[in-house]
């Protein structure tokens, strides 16, 4: 069936450095996509709705100039984390509606972004 | 303050002893109302979703239901299999495809 598929599943970097998850639709057109973070033992907080060919739009609190995002075409977008410092690890996990339902989100796997 | 709570936050049970798990909704509108799982290290699995207050919804061991101010997820004799996290989810308002999102219950099952 329709899958979102995110890489990379986990990563690892130096502080300081830029970090880009892909998330990509996999048999499927996404014009839409979303992109949540996930803190150890919290809730999926929305970061940003990311629209195909047009600028991202970021939930209240997000930097836009820290996640940026693109969504160049109807089955990639991606995150990319800016100068990241250790206070971004966190799982962000990006999603994509109407697969199963026109409301309903299907969910990547995620991925672990750890900040030395 | 639009919000949605989950409790509790974690239930353990044995294999074979059922149980419920209550997601109270605090928003304007509803439009929508999902439950998720999500196995550890994984992105949510999509189970239900319920739109309006009376709906019931059923999937093996799992029946969600929906009243004007809450929904329940019944986990009827459950296996270890059935171990994982339980996400409930809210689209209100003019929000299209925006869920937010509760704490979440962690369900642990004994055999």
């Known amino acids: 069936g329709a899958v979102v598929s995110q890489h990379p599943s986990w990563v690892i970097c130096k502080s300081g450095t830029s970090v880009k998850i892909e998330c990509r639709s996999l048999?499927?057109?996404?014009?839409?996509m979303f992109w949540y973070r996930q803190f150890p033992k919290q809730s999926l907080m929305l970061m940003a709705t990311?629209?195909?060919?047009?600028?991202?739009?970021?939930e209240q609190g997000v930097e836009k100039d820290k996640f940026l995002i693109n969504h160049a075409s109807l089955t990639l977008s991606t995150l990319t984390v800016t100068s990241a410092h250790p206070e971004d690890s966190s799982f962000y996990i990006c999603?994509?509606?109407?697969?199963?339902?026109?409301?309903?989100?299907?969910f990547g796997a995620g991925s672990r972004l750890t900040v030395l | 303050e639009d919000q949605v709570t989950q409790s509790p936050e974690a239930l353990r049970l044995q294999e074979g002893e059922s149980s419920s798990l209550n997601c109270s909704y605090t928003?304007?509108?509803?439009?929508?109302l999902f439950w998720y799982r999500q196995d550890p290290g994984k992105g949510p699995e999509f189970l239900f979703t319920?739109?309006?207050a009376g709906e019931e919804k059923e999937k093996e061991r799992l029946k969600a239901t929906l009243t004007k101010k809450e929904s329940f997820l019944h986990i009827t004799a459950p296996k270890p299999e059935d171990s994982a996290t339980y996400l409930c989810?809210?689209?209100?308002?003019?929000?299209?495809?925006?869920?937010?999102f509760g704490t979440g219950t962690l369900l642990a099952v004994q055999p």
């Open positions: 999603s994509a509606p109407g697969v199963i339902g026109a409301n309903v989100l299907t």
């Open positions: 048999d499927f057109q996404a014009t839409t």
């Open positions: 990311s629209n195909e060919g047009s600028k991202a739009t970021y």
């Open positions: 928003v304007s509108g509803l439009r929508g």
């Open positions: 319920l739109y309006s």
């Open positions: 989810a809210a689209i209100y308002g003019g929000a299209t495809n925006k869920l937010i």
